[in-house]
């Protein structure tokens, strides 16, 4: 039976579908503004390269002192996935307003940085915001989830990965089912509003034409274990340059100033190759020309610009990254360069945020419908060989975590052993 707290009202679909709707017109509208600035931030800093890739410093250090004297609270992904889980009280409206101004400052001075970690969060400060205030049991976690899918699909153009992203990537091991209807209706509202505003997808149709072999399934599954390992790779190499950089430079001040320094040379040295959003990386890849270092070090510096403290988000460089990699793999394997690009697009997004569902229909929705079954098949690889890491904070669902333990735990003594040898066993 049902727990008494979990039951579902009869009018809650239909107030949640209400609200889904309204939060979704909301976050598509401030998503198709930060998704504007972003791009004319980025177009402008590329044009000015060379002079403006100097100024890192200075937005480094802003934004390390902007989020020092008014990010008092939970700030971050983090703390918006753990104010999902009702782990936090609430998740500030203000951190909408740091993720804009950290997000253009770093993309108007070329920092090598994404936009989905800004908007998702954008989408989670107003969803969480609005449902504080509607009075029904977990209304602010679960309209919290609908903005974070809200500002995903806006930004994205794909209101089904988004949906999906949304209620999977929280929890491991579970969807958020009870935020299925509000996430629902607020994705393909925020989808609608940014259409309606002009605001579409970086897509491309990619026709296919391969029988099916056994050849054709070892190439793709060694395509998916490749894209697992990199996103395993960004998840360390996270890691690191947070350490070194927390090692090199205590103070968050002092930190993201000479952090900025530093990425600033070595971006001028690459030209400005690898400075944005790696869009322009992403249409090399597809075009077959891309080099087979890019995917490597546009990892690399993504995840340097996120450890040092400038704001922004890593699933578009994702994407840049698993398609270059899968266009260096392309002609290994004996595939198609824009097929095998695509496919390391979806999957490398997948491997680094340790989701299934969401990469496959993502590419789906991008690169047309004829690529679900080989977007299944490497999709699931990545999954299994990123080992259960994230570059989020994500936490295994608990009762699943209990489930297996006692199914794993002796019931009986196999061997004659001392007691102390089963723990989990009571004394009589």
């Known amino acids: 039976m049902q727990p008494k707290k979990d039951r579902i009202r009869p009018f809650e679909p239909a107030l949640y579908a209400l609200l889904g709707a309204l ?9 198709v503004l930060f998704g504007r600035g972003v ?29 020092r004297r008014w990010g ?42 994404g936009r989905e970690g800004a908007g998702v969060q954008i989408g989670a400060a107003i969803g969480g915001n609005i449902g504080a205030r509607v009075p029904l049991a977990g209304a602010d976690k679960i309209l919290l989830v609908a903005g974070m899918a809200a500002g995903f699909s806006a930004l994205f153009g794909t209101p089904v990965c988004a949906l999906f992203f949304a209620l999977e990537v929280t929890v491991v091991g579970t969807l958020r089912l009870r935020a299925l ?19 579409g997808a ?42 070194f950089f927390r090692t090199a430079a205590p103070d968050p001040l002092a930190r993201a100033a000479l952090a900025g320094l530093l990425l600033a040379a070595l971006l001028y040295c690459t030209g400005g190759r690898y400075s944005g959003l790696g869009t322009n990386l992403i249409d090399l890849a597809l075009a077959g020309t891309a080099a087979p270092h890019d995917w490597l070090v546009k990892m690399a510096f993504t995840a340097a610009f996120l450890s040092a ?31 095998a690009a695509c496919l390391g697009y979806a999957a490398v997004f997948g491997a680094a945020t340790n989701t299934l569902i969401a990469p496959v229909l993502l590419c789906v929705e991008l690169f047309g419908g004829g690529l679900l079954p080989y977007a299944a098949v490497v999709c699931v690889a990545a999954y299994l060989f990123n080992f259960g890491h994230s570059v989020y904070d994500q936490r295994v669902r608990e009762d699943i975590v209990r489930a297996a333990a006692a199914r794993l735990a002796p019931r009986k003594k196999l061997l004659p052993l001392p007691r102390p040898l089963y723990p989990d066993r009571p004394a009589r």
């Open 23 to 31: 939060l979704g017109a909301a976050v598509g509208a401030v998503i």
């Open 72 to 113: 008092q609270g939970p700030v971050g992904m983090a703390a918006a996935f753990r104010a999902s889980r009702g782990e936090e009280k609430n998740y500030p409206l203000r951190n909408a307003l740091f993720q804009f101004a950290g997000t253009w400052g770093a993309h108007l001075f070329c920092a090598s940085v």
């Open 181 to 199: 209807v509000a996430a629902a209706f607020a994705s393909f509202t925020a989808w609608a509003v940014a259409l309606l505003c002009g605001y």
């Open 309 to 339: 403290g400038f704001l922004g988000g890593e699933v578009t460089t994702f994407f840049a990254a698993g398609a270059c990699l899968g266009c260096a793999m392309s002609g290994l394997l004996g595939l198609p360069p824009a097929l």
């Open 202 to 243: 970086h897509a491309a149709e990619v026709s296919v034409a391969l029988s099916w072999s056994v050849p054709l399934l070892l190439r793709l599954l060694v395509l998916g274990a490749a894209c697992g390992v990199a996103g395993l790779l960004f998840c360390l190499l996270r890691r690191a340059f947070a350490a």
């Open 39 to 67: 791009e004319f931030c980025a177009g402008y800093g590329a044009a000015h390269f060379s002079l403006y890739v100097w100024f890192l410093p200075v937005v480094g250090l802003l934004t390390a002192a902007m989020l």
